[in-house]
Structure formats: structure tokens, C-alpha cells
């Protein structure tokens, strides 16, 4: 799912770049920005109400972290809550170095939490005993290319 997501950070990145440069559609680039948005958005949430509260209750000792995590995945809704604004409003007068600063805010602040999180709990996620997930993927571990 992260790569996913850094993929679909980068296209937008570029899509936001020939918006600002004149080459894309103003209503592309807010659909780009919408769907890599909510897919964003329902990642964190499934992690947060699925994936975290099962580790806490298999991985005691993880609490910090995913709160830690918790904490991260508030900053990057902020994040993204802005730059949805930013993008709602694109238009010829919109500034550039605005947009462009916000995009490259979210691309680290996601580096810097996926790294964390690939560290911290890739290992416990492996052996995590949950059952249901053998039978049906939750969707914040599905892409949009991937069937449940």
C-alpha cells in the first residue's frame, strides 16, 4: 500500500506541475487530488480502527508507537486538508510556491511515516493473528488495483 501511495504522490506531484505551468486541467488535477486523497485518508483511518487496535492487543509493548503513528496520521490529514483547499481554489492567481510547498510538505512527512512504520511494526504486522483478514483483505490494505 505505500508504494501505492508514493506512486500516486509523484503523479500528483507532476499533475500539479503542468497545472502550474498551464498544461493540465484545473478539474483534472482536483479529481487526482481528491482520489489519492481519500484513498490517503482511508489507509490512516483502517490502520488507526483495524490494524493498530489489533497490534496493541497482540504487541503490548507497541503503544507508544502507534500512537506515535496516530499522531502522524493527524498531521498528514491537516496536510492534506489543505492542500485539498489549495487545489479547490487553483486558478490563475493561485501561487505556485504555495502549492508546490504543501505537496512537498506531505511528501515528507509521508517519507519520514512510512519509513517509521516499515521500522517499527512491519514485523509484528507479518504475525499478526487476525483471522477475518484471511478471508476478506480490510480496504486500507487494498489498492485500486487489487479485488477483496
Known sequence: MHLWIREE???????TNAYLAGGAR????????LTFCSALNRHHVGEDDGAFPELARQFPGLGPVLEELRRDHRL??????RL????DGADQQTDPV?????????AA????HFTYEEKRIASALNALNAP??????????LTGDTEP
Open 9 to 15: 504522490l509523484a503523479a500528483l506531484r507532476e499533475d
Open 26 to 33: 484545473p478539474r483534472d488535477l482536483r479529481a487526482h487530488c
Open 76 to 81: 498528514v490529514a491537516d496536510s492534506l486538508r
Open 84 to 87: 485539498q483547499a489549495l487545489l
Open 98 to 106: 504555495v502549492v508546490r510547498s504543501e505537496l512537498d510538505s506531505l
Open 109 to 112: 512527512l509521508l517519507e519520514t
Open 132 to 141: 477475518d483478514w484471511d478471508r476478506s483483505r480490510p480496504g486500507f490494505l
